[in-house]
């Protein structure tokens, strides 16, 4: 997609849509006025009859209020669109994501095709009236805010830019691949998006490509969480990553069963074992140029999570082909260090099998040799995510890899803890636990730390073998799936996000679209990118 920038008056702008944002307890007369002079000043003041009719609905700049208006050739556009930014000292590129997302759910269907967003995209522009009462007061408290530098204001408004086209793009996502109508989602592949308020650089035009790179990513990963798990196997699985390496040039090694037995992968095959469609371990390698280290990224790739013969009840089983969220993540992840080849090695590696109750499944109570020699009572074949992941731990801690990011959803606990709203992170460096956490508030994904006490070790003690794989029911169920992946990243730093929660939603939200929502693409892009 191509990113224009508009330089005519608000006034002038000939998209279809304009969308003006404002904070709250900003004077909208004077945002309008101070944009366009025209406006306030022309017959009529129409900044003012602005103001006026978006009184009528309340509107006063809080977050997520809307107000759309007919211009009725007063302005070139035909809509102008005013969106409630909230607070201007909570302004941050994750609200300019969300803003843009919804304004791309709302117009989806519009036959209208093109928009334009009025940047507001720095903090900075305090507001009139809140300057007055600052000086009212006596301005004793608080200091001044610090004067941005222009590079400062820059990297800021690259950060909204970047923010704004992931949200527009992620926004506009749906699958439609089963539906027999399409045409009426027809004008999603015609809008055409421009920005005005700030002028045409490098750094806009890179922050905006960046956003569409990290945005498609993420809807490809969408893509193969929402397809069924009868299409979406270990097999198609290991071909997306086989195209990608091709597309992007990186090294991709398939480890199929036969391979996997020599290596040991005791615990994985232990999974696989009571399914049908042939299990692989997907080794996905991008080599930077001048490199500063290697990270390893893992994703459960679960294609179909049935429990095994630990059943799960039917009531929602069908979601279960969302199991492959953490492999759908690494495979975007690896999309777009193949297309924007930061100076961070990058191994991203795939436990893929479907964890079925046939002929031959693992029976509650086998156990399993693991790759790195630990043996495993399977009390449950449920807690199969962690089987899986032990194996790839292994794997990734003898490739000479610097850290270890694993992506799973890993329990249902973490859902109960957190809900849709947050993934849970635990992990055994705190640096790496604390970079992630802050690279996934630059890109609009929470991650809430979870503890690692050593004392839920205790609920994984089994009086036949080294270790069994669930804990006791019921009590802190995340942090004791955690404390067992923990008996395998072999003193690497090492983190692990639970992604169960914000993974898949119900409903709309923001940027995260109604079903598989990709999560952890974005965090992981931003931390390789600036963090690593
Ligand atoms: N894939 C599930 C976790 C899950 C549950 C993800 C609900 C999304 C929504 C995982 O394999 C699982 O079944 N975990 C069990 C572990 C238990 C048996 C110790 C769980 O959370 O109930
Ligand atoms: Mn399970
Ligand atoms: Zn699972």
Redesign the pocket.
């Known amino acids: 997609m191509k990113y224009k920038f508009e330089t005519a008056a608000l006034s002038k702008i000939k998209s279809d849509i304009v969308v003006v944002g404002v904070f709250q307890g900003e004077d909208l007369g004077n945002v309008i006025g101070g944009i366009d002079q025209t406006l306030a000043n022309g017959s009529g003041n129409f900044a003012g009859s602005i103001a006026e009719a978006a009184s009528h609905d309340a509107f006063a700049g809080k977050a997520s209020q809307v107000v759309s208006l007919q211009t009725y050739d007063n302005l070139a556009c035909k809509k102008l669109i005013l969106v409630g930014l909230g607070s201007s000292k909570d302004f941050k590129p994750s609200v300019s994501r969300k803003l843009a997302a919804n304004m791309a759910r709302r117009f989806a269907n519009s036959t209208m095709t093109s928009i334009c967003f009025y940047g507001r995209f720095t903090q900075e522009e305090e507001h009139e009236d809140n300057s007055k009462k600052r000086k009212k007061s006596g301005a004793a408290g608080k200091a001044a805010p610090a004067e941005k530098s222009t590079s400062d204001k820059e990297t800021e408004v690259a950060q909204h830019l970047k923010a704004m086209v992931e949200g527009w793009n992620l926004g506009r996502y749906s699958f439609e691949k089963y539906k027999s109508q399409k045409d009426d989602k027809k004008s999603k592949s015609e809008m055409t998006l421009s920005f005005a308020g700030i002028k045409e650089s490098k750094m806009a035009t890179k922050a905006c490509s960046i956003g569409d790179t990290i945005a498609g990513a993420t809807n490809l990963a969408r893509g193969l969480i929402a397809e069924p798990a009868s299409y979406m196997t270990p097999t198609r699985l290991a071909d997306e990553a086989k195209r990608i390496a091709k597309e992007y040039d990186l090294t991709c090694k398939i480890i199929d069963a036969a391979q996997a037995e020599k290596l040991g992968m005791g615990a994985f095959l232990g999974v696989a074992k009571g399914a049908a469609e042939p299990a692989k371990f997907i080794v996905l390698k991008y080599e930077a140029d001048k490199s500063k280290k290697t990270v390893a990224i893992i994703g459960k790739g ?1 294609t179909f ?1 049935s ?1 095994g013969l ?1 059943l ?1 009840p039917a009531l929602g089983m069908e ?2 082909k969302y ?1 492959m969220s953490g492999a759908a993540a690494v495979l975007g992840a690896m999309q777009v260090i193949g297309d924007l080849k930061p100076n961070v090695s990058v191994l991203g590696l795939i436990a893929a099998t479907e964890n079925m109750p046939g002929n031959n499944a693992l029976h509650p109570g086998d156990v399993l040799i693991s790759m790195n020699g630990k043996t495993i009572e399977v009390n ?1 074949t ?4 962690r089987l899986v992941l032990a194996d790839a731990l292994t794997y990734a801690s003898r490739q000479n890899v610097d850290e270890m990011i694993d992506l799973a ?5 973490v ?1 109960t803890a957190l809900g849709r709203v947050a993934a849970g992170i635990m992990g055994t460096n705190q640096e790496l636990v604390d970079k992630l956490i802050a690279a996934g508030k630059d890109a609009g994904e929470n991650l809430w730390q979870l503890p690692l006490y050593d004392e839920y070790k205790d609920t994984l003690k089994s009086d036949i073998a080294d270790l069994k794989n ?2 006791a029911r019921g009590e802190a ?1 995340s942090s004791s ?1 955690a404390m067992f992946l923990k008996e395998f990243v072999d003193g690497k730093p090492w983190a692990h996000l639970d992604i ?1 929660g914000p993974g ?1 939603m119900d409903k709309d939200r923001d940027e995260c679209n109604k079903g598989g929502t990709a999560f952890g693409v974005r965090t992981i892009c931003q931390y390789i990118l600036n963090y690593a």
Not at 409 to 413: I, K, Q, R, V
């Open positions: 679960i999570d429990g630990s799960k979601h279960m199991d449950n449920d807690a199969e995510g959803t890993l329990t249902g606990a859902v669930a804990g169920a799936a169960a898949w």
